[in-house]
């Protein structure tokens, strides 16, 4: 998922994966989160908000379940891909 780079309130990136409907935030404390069933618009919206960190409250952080993490700084050819692997699970098992 491609990141793009914010400075809006406590956002810092914000991503979106269309094919599988999900939205990534990234925060300033080095926590992101993970949105299931976000809608192309939704992200359109926020990502070409002047208000991203507002729009974000209003409309995204209590109306979408979504899954916590930490993002930890990879190598850059790495970037973000195993930002929410599953609990005790590997990519190739």
Same mark, same amino acid.
């Given at each position: 998922?491609?990141?793009k780079r914010i400075n809006?309130g406590k956002l810092r990136?914000?991503?979106?994966?269309? +094919?599988?409907?999900?939205?990534?935030?990234?925060?300033?404390?080095?926590?992101?989160? @993970? !949105? #299931?069933?976000?809608?192309?618009?939704?992200?359109?919206?926020? /990502?070409? #908000?002047?208000?991203?960190? /507002? !729009?974000?409250? @209003?409309?995204?952080?209590?109306?979408? #379940?979504?899954? +916590?993490?930490?993002? +930890?700084?990879?190598?850059? #050819?790495?970037?973000?891909?195993?930002?929410?692997?599953?609990?005790?699970? @590997?990519? @190739?098992?």
């Open positions: 998922m491609e990141m809006a990136a914000i991503g979106y994966d269309p +094919r599988e409907r999900i939205l990534r935030v990234e925060f300033e404390d080095g926590t992101g989160i @993970d !949105y #299931s069933g976000v809608g192309a618009e939704t992200w359109r919206k926020l /990502s070409t #908000s002047g208000s991203a960190w /507002s !729009y974000y409250r @209003d409309n995204i952080e209590e109306e979408f #379940s979504g899954r +916590r993490g930490t993002v +930890r700084p990879k190598a850059k #050819s790495q970037a973000l891909e195993d930002f929410f692997k599953a609990p005790g699970g @590997d990519a @190739d098992t």
